[in-house]
């Protein structure tokens, strides 16, 4: 593996269940930031429920003020058609739709079932496809599931398969509270990609118990080339209990910058969107790397 493209996701998922409500000042200079750091895909917000969601009710304000450079595609979550007649409103560039493997999850999340959910997600992307805006998908809890335990791979594999069935560029295919080791990667990606072309398969590990480093190491092996991480790794759902952020963009970029593969991020600016996002939640974030002093092995 040459390159990889990291979707940073820290303005969403990063900062949806973080309790101090961010002002959209705020969440444009950490975009900004981003934006300087190399990023190309950003995910922005999501036109979610306010009540459900505080975080992101200043959605509608915020995305058309994004300070938007060419060559980099500013996203955001769209969980129905309300929330899409919105996101088509503000001129968004991308979106990314949501269901579960749980149907459990998917009714604390999104009070739908998998099958309503699947509806939904046609009749957005239908919207989608009318005014050019490519989908993405994600499929949450497709290595274990806070409610139900234990999932099944072929579920897994099918649901990424429908996915992209209905109109998604790619499925990202979610450790949703981070419990998945590299065997079950192994699991997962197996029969995924017995369904689906390794170009249409992202991956997007949380980092709960300090396996998603180790995951995607794992991944590689199947040549999966997109991965999703947050800033300082901040994140973690509302509606999945004892979840932790998502994977540290500073640990990932660490890690293939040590290996040689190109993300074309700069890590010592991605330090610097991080440190700001530290200053306005007011806490230490989980990254190893954005604490550590630089490595001596750097030339
Ligand atoms: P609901 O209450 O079932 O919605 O919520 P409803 O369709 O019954 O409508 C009720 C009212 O909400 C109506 O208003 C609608 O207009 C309004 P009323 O007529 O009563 O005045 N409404 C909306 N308002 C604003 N924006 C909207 C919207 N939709 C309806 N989009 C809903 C259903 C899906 C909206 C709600 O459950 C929701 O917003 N859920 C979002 C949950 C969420 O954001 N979760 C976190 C993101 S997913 C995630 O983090 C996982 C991921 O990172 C991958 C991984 O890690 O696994 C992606
Ligand atoms: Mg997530």
Redesign the pocket.
């Given at each position: 593996m040459k390159r990889v493209q990291i979707v940073e996701?820290g303005p969403?998922?990063g900062l949806?269940?973080e309790d101090h409500l961010v002002p959209i000042e705020d969440k444009l200079r950490f975009i900004q930031l981003l934006t300087d750091a190399g990023f190309k895909r950003i995910e922005a917000t999501?036109?979610?429920?306010?009540?459900?969601?505080p975080q992101?009710a200043d959605a509608k304000d915020l995305y058309p003020q994004i300070p938007k450079l060419d060559g980099v595609i500013y996203s955001a979550?769209?969980?129905?058609?309300?929330?899409?007649e919105?996101a088509i409103e503000v001129g968004v560039q991308e979106i990314?739709v949501?269901t579960?493997v749980s149907e459990t999850f998917n009714q604390k999340?999104?009070?739908?079932s998998i099958d309503e959910s699947l509806q939904?997600i046609e009749s957005v992307i239908e919207l989608a496809k009318q005014e050019n805006i490519p989908t993405r998908g994600?499929?949450?809890?497709?290595f274990g599931c806070p409610y139900e335990g234990h999932i099944d791979e072929v579920i897994v594999a099918e649901l990424t398969a429908k996915l992209i069935d209905l109109g998604c560029f790619e499925v990202?295919v979610?450790?949703?509270?981070g419990v998945a080791t590299p065997g079950d990667v192994d699991r997962v990606l197996k029969a995924v990609l017995s369904q689906s072309n390794v170009e249409q398969v992202a991956l997007?590990f949380?980092d709960t118990r300090g396996t998603a480093l180790a995951n995607i190491m794992q991944a590689l092996n199947y040549d999966i080339a997109v991965f999703?991480s947050s800033a300082g790794g901040a994140?973690?759902?509302?509606?999945?209990p004892g979840?932790a952020g998502?994977v540290a963009s500073e640990d990932l970029i660490y890690l293939f910058d040590g290996m040689g593969i190109e993300t074309g991020i700069s890590l010592e600016k991605l330090k610097e969107a991080s440190l700001f996002l530290e200053s306005v939640l007011e806490k230490t974030l989980t990254s190893r790397v954005l604490h550590s002093p630089e490595s001596p092995l750097k030339s």
């Open positions: 996701v969403r998922d949806q269940n999501s036109f979610v429920h306010p009540k459900w969601v992101m979550l769209v969980p129905n058609v309300r929330g899409m919105t990314a949501f579960s999340n999104i009070n739908m939904v994600y499929l949450s809890t497709c990202s979610s450790d949703t509270i997007h949380h999703d994140g973690g759902c509302p509606f999945a979840a998502n």
